[in-house]
C-alpha cells in the first residue's frame, strides 16, 4: 500500500519593505523555503533577471522551510502570514580580515577619512592643518594639501569626484583638485566658528558638481559655488550651532543643530520650508535613506568611468530613482537625548517613529546603501540595528569597551563597520546579527573610519597619527 505524504499549505501575504501587497495571499506548501519563495516573488514581479531576495516573518529572517518556522515560533496555520520580501544586492563584497597598510605622515591625530566616490582616492583631514591624498593602487601619498591654519575638520568629495573640499576649526574651507593636490582658489571665508559638516549637490540635479553646503558652530549654514568661488545664500534661523549637513535628492537642505530642531530650506533662494521638532537636546547627526547613491553619484561597484557630466547626470539620475523607488526620502536623527527618529519630510513634520534603547548619546547614524536599515553608534560602546523603513530595533551590536565614534557600511548593504575610543574596528554581520571581523592595530581611538565604494578596502584613522587601510 502506497502511503501518501500530505503537504499542508499556508496562505501568505508578500508585501514590499515599505508594506505593499504583491498580488493576492497565495497557498504555498508549507515544506517551502527561501529559494522556493525567491522564485515565486521573482515570477509576481515579472522580473527577466532573476534578482536575490530575503524573507522576513515579524522582523525575523526565515532561513528554514515555512513548516520548520511556523513548528517553532507555534505559529497558526489559519491566519494569513505576512512575508517581507527584501531586495539583495547581486553582488558581494568580501569582509575586509587584515591590515595591508600603516601609512605614516600626518603629524597630529587623523579626524576624518573619506573615498572618492569611485573608490579609488582616499583623503585624510588632520589635527596638524593639511589634508592628504592617497593612492590606493601603490597605497602611498599622493599629495600634501597645506593651507589651512587651524584643524581640518571635515573632508567631503564632489560625487562626480572631480573636487575635494576641506572645512577647518577656524571655519575657514578650502577646495582643492584632487589631480594636483593645490588649492582651487584661495579659501572660503564666511563662516566665523568651527565647521561641524559639508554636503556637496547630488549630481543628478548638478552635473558637474559646483555646490555644496556646509554647517558651523556660528549657527548658520551656507551654500558655496565653486565656480564664482563664494558663499551664495546664508541659511540662518538656528537659535545654537548647527551640527550637521545633508543636501537630499529632492534638492532640499536639511540642518541639525543644538537648539534641538532639523530646518529643511529650499535652496534658489535659502527660504526655510519647514522645522522638524521633537528631540529633547542636542541634534548630533543626520542621515538620508538616498545617502549612498547620492554619494556615489554615477559611480557603483563596477567601477565603470564615464566621459562627460551629461552622461554622469543620467545615470546618477537613474541609481538615485531606482533606489528610492516609489517611497519618499527618509531622514534619521540622532542626539544628545539618547533617542533617535525617522522622519519622511516630504510627507509629514511630524517624527514616523522614535527610536530608542541607547543609554548615552547617540554619535553617529547611518543608513544601509539599499536603505533597508539603520545604523546607530553611542557613547554606550554599543552599536544598534534598526528597520530602516519602520524604525523599529532589530539588534544590538556589543562588543567594543569604549564610545563608538563612527560607522560605514559596504557597498552590499551586508555588513557594518565601526570604530572605537577602544583603538579597534569591528565588522559586524547584518545577517548572523554577529560580529565578523576584530580589528585590532592602532595604538590609540580611532576617530575615522570608511569603506570604499566599490567594496574592496576600509581605511582608518585616529589619535596614534597613522591611516591604515584593510583588504580581504
Wanted: with cysteine.
Amino acid at each position: 500500500m502506497e502511503v501518501e505524504t500530505v503537504v499542508n499549505n499556508v496562505i501568505c501575504q508578500f508585501t514590499d519593505p515599505e508594506g505593499n501587497s504583491l498580488g493576492p495571499p497565495l497557498y504555498l506548501p508549507q515544506n517551502a523555503g527561501p529559494p522556493q519563495l525567491q522564485q515565486i516573488v521573482n515570477e509576481l514581479l515579472k522580473n527577466e533577471e532573476k534578482l536575490p531576495y530575503a524573507f522576513y516573518i515579524s522582523n525575523q529572517e526565515l532561513v528554514v522551510a515555512l513548516e520548520t518556522y511556523l513548528e517553532k515560533n507555534k505559529v497558526s496555520v489559519e491566519k494569513v502570514l505576512p512575508i517581507v520580501y527584501q531586495p539583495q544586492a547581486v553582488f558581494r563584497i568580501r569582509p575586509v580580515n587584515r591590515c595591508s597598510a600603516t601609512i605614516a605622515g600626518h603629524s597630529e591625530a587623523v579626524l576624518s577619512v573619506a573615498f572618492s566616490p569611485d573608490g579609488r582616492y582616499l583623503a585624510s583631514g588632520s589635527g596638524d592643518t593639511t589634508v592628504r591624498l592617497w593612492d590606493l593602487n601603490t597605497q602611498t601619498p599622493m599629495f600634501t594639501c597645506t593651507g589651512h591654519k587651524n584643524w581640518v575638520l571635515c573632508i567631503a568629495w564632489s560625487p562626480d569626484g572631480k573636487h575635494l573640499v576641506s572645512g577647518s576649526k577656524a571655519g575657514e574651507l578650502q577646495c582643492w583638485d584632487p589631480r594636483t593636490g593645490k588649492p582651487s582658489g584661495n579659501p572660503l571665508s564666511g563662516h566665523k566658528k568651527w565647521i561641524t559638516g559639508i554636503s556637496w549637490e547630488p549630481l543628478h540635479l548638478n552635473s558637474p558638481c559646483s555646490r555644496f553646503v556646509t554647517a558651523s558652530k556660528d549657527g548658520d549654514a551656507r551654500i558655496w559655488d565653486t565656480t564664482l568661488h563664494r558663499s551664495v545664500i546664508c541659511l540662518s534661523g538656528h537659535k545654537l550651532a548647527v551640527t550637521c549637513v545633508k543636501w537630499g535628492g529632492d534638492g532640499i537642505i536639511y540642518t541639525g543643530s543644538q537648539d534641538c530642531t532639523i530646518k529643511m530650506w529650499e535652496t534658489t533662494q535659502g527660504k526655510l520650508i519647514r522645522e522638524l521638532k521633537g528631540h529633547g537636546h542636542w541634534v548630533n547627526s543626520l542621515a538620508l535613506s538616498t545617502e549612498y547613491v547620492l554619494r556615489t553619484g554615477a559611480y557603483d561597484h563596477t567601477g565603470k568611468i564615464y566621459s562627460s557630466p551629461e552622461e554622469m547626470k543620467k545615470v546618477a539620475l537613474e541609481r538615485y530613482n531606482k533606489m528610492k523607488g516609489n517611497a519618499s526620502e527618509r531622514l534619521v536623527s540622532g542626539s544628545d537625548d539618547f533617542t533617535m527618529f525617522i522622519w519622511e519630510p516630504a510627507v509629514s513634520k511630524h517624527p514616523k517613529t522614535r527610536m530608542t534603547g541607547h543609554q548615552q548619546v547617540v554619535n553617529h547614524v547611518y543608513f544601509s546603501p539599499d536603505g533597508q536599515w539603520v545604523a546607530s553608534a553611542s557613547f554606550d560602546k554599543s552599536v544598534k540595528l534598526w528597520n530602516g523603513i519602520t524604525g523599529q530595533f532589530v539588534a544590538s551590536f556589543r562588543g567594543h569597551v569604549g564610545p563608538v565614534y563612527q560607522i560605514s557600511w559596504s557597498a552590499d548593504s551586508r555588513l557594518l563597520l565601526s570604530g572605537s575610543k577602544d583603538s579597534t574596528l569591528k565588522i559586524w554581520d547584518i545577517r548572523t546579527r554577529k560580529l565578523k571581523q576584530d580589528l585590532p592595530g592602532h595604538e590609540d581611538e580611532v576617530f575615522a573610519v570608511d569603506w570604499s565604494p566599490d567594496g574592496e578596502k576600509v581605511a582608518s584613522g585616529g589619535k596614534d597619527r597613522v591611516l591604515k587601510l584593510w583588504m580581504g
